[in-house]
Structures are given as structure tokens and as C-alpha cells.
């Protein structure tokens, strides 16, 4: 089995519930699909300035939330953090986990009782809507599905 790094990897075994989506086995499948497509464009804007190569999560967690939640279903929630963005990451049942934390290096996440987050609000920002149907036309375009 791969070492991941990003937050709950180790217990991430939930099954897609979207059957477009039954090639990627679980959250590990998809991380490993997502780091051939995350990119400075798939990069929130204020956030492109700290975006490399060796840290492609930075600045793709909402998008990639809510993709893993389109795949997985559950709920997505927000850390927030200074500045008052909110990280989020995805629950799925009882399995809590953040395919994007790695973009905080060492920094420990407090994953526990955080606000619901929600695409309507999210993708009111007309550029993250953009960047989330990028991300999911890449994923779907590296499957082979389109």
C-alpha cells in the first residue's frame, strides 16, 4: 500500500455513490488521479503566488471537496483560518478526511466542530465554479468517461 499524507488516508475506504464515478475505488484512487490534474489554473487566484509543483493541493481545497463529494457524497465542512477562508475537507459517514491538507506542511488541523459548507455559497464566486468544472472535466477526461 502507497504512504499518502493528506488527513485520514489511512481509514478514507468509502465506495462511490455516483456511478460515473465507479472507476476511482476510494479516496486514495482519486488523490492518486487528482495529482496528475491539479494545477495553477485549478488554483484559487489570492492563492497562485504559493502554488508549486511539489504542493499542488495549495489553494484547491474547496473544489476538490466538493468533486469528492460529488463522487462519495457525504458533507464538506470548513476549518476556518485567518484572514476568514475556510479549508474544507469531507465526511462521509463516521470517515473524516482532507485530500488537500499536505498544503499546510506540519500545521495540525482541528477537523472537529466545524461549519457545514455548501456549493451554493462557494460557487456564488463565479471563478471557483469555473476552476471546480475544470478540475472535474480533467478528472473525467484522464478516465477516459469523455
Given at each position: ?16 455513490v455516483d456511478q ?31 502554488w508549486r509543483s ?73 471563478e471557483k465554479k ?17
Amino acid at each position: 500500500m502507497n504512504h499518502y499524507q493528506f488527513y485520514g488516508w489511512q481509514t478514507a475506504n468509502v465506495s462511490p455513490v455516483d456511478q460515473t464515478y465507479a472507476f476511482i475505488k476510494n479516496p486514495r484512487a482519486l488523490y492518486d488521479l487528482l495529482d496528475q490534474i491539479w494545477c495553477l489554473e485549478t488554483c484559487a487566484p489570492r492563492l497562485r503566488h504559493a502554488w508549486r509543483s511539489d504542493n499542488k493541493t495549495c489553494g484547491q481545497c474547496s473544489i476538490t471537496a466538493f468533486l469528492v463529494q460529488d463522487i462519495f457524497g457525504g458533507k464538506v465542512y470548513g476549518i476556518l483560518r485567518p484572514g476568514g477562508n475556510y479549508h474544507c475537507y469531507n465526511v462521509v459517514g463516521n470517515c473524516t478526511f482532507d485530500l488537500t491538507s499536505e498544503q499546510f506542511g506540519d500545521e495540525k488541523l482541528d477537523y472537529t466542530d466545524n461549519t457545514e459548507q455548501f456549493r451554493e455559497v462557494h460557487f456564488a464566486k463565479e471563478e471557483k465554479k469555473q476552476r471546480y468544472e475544470l478540475l472535474k472535466k480533467r478528472l473525467l477526461e484522464l478516465s477516459g468517461v469523455v
